[in-house]
């Protein structure tokens, strides 16, 4: 049941008397509840897999903040915009990838992004 997923990663995000903190189960229990379609497990899975990413450096963070991001995080969001908007050795530059996202993370209220958006605008993109 989905519900008593979410409870179950609650617990394990926050620790109790009786459960100590263990992010790794928190994420497992939200995927699942989220995987059974609660909104709620999804955000909080958003927010999980956007706090393991401070930067993407691989691969699987890019993975991870893509996750973080569909799930509703305007951080990774952000992350993944910056991502193709400069050089650097894990993608090609693509500033229209960058746009998709830096909008993504706009409509979520990342002001960064909002103002990244208007500079590349004004570039004429």
């Known amino acids: 049941?989905?519900?008593?997923?979410?409870?179950?990663?609650n617990m394990y995000e926050e620790g109790t008397r009786w459960v100590r903190k263990d992010s790794v189960k928190a994420e497992r229990?939200?995927?699942l509840a989220c995987?059974?379609?609660d909104q709620s497990s999804c955000d909080k899975l958003g927010y999980v897999y956007g706090k393991r990413i401070r930067r993407?450096?691989?691969?699987?963070d890019k993975k991870i903040a893509q996750r973080a991001c569909?799930?509703?995080n305007g951080v990774s969001c952000y992350k993944l915009g910056e991502l193709y908007y400069t050089k650097n050795k894990l993608?090609?530059?693509d500033i229209y990838e960058a746009i998709k996202f830096f909008n993504k993370a706009?409509?979520?209220?990342q002001s960064n992004s909002c103002r990244l958006l208007g500079d590349i605008h004004k570039k004429g993109y």
Request: glycine share 14%; charged share 30%; aromatic share 10%.
């Open 106 to 109: 706009c409509d979520m209220g």
């Open 70 to 72: 569909d799930y509703g």
């Open 35 to 37: 995987d059974l379609d």
């Open 56 to 60: 993407i450096l691989s691969e699987e």
């Open 29 to 31: 229990f939200y995927s």
């Open 91 to 93: 993608v090609e530059k």
């Open 1 to 9: 049941e989905a519900s008593g997923c979410n409870n179950l990663g």
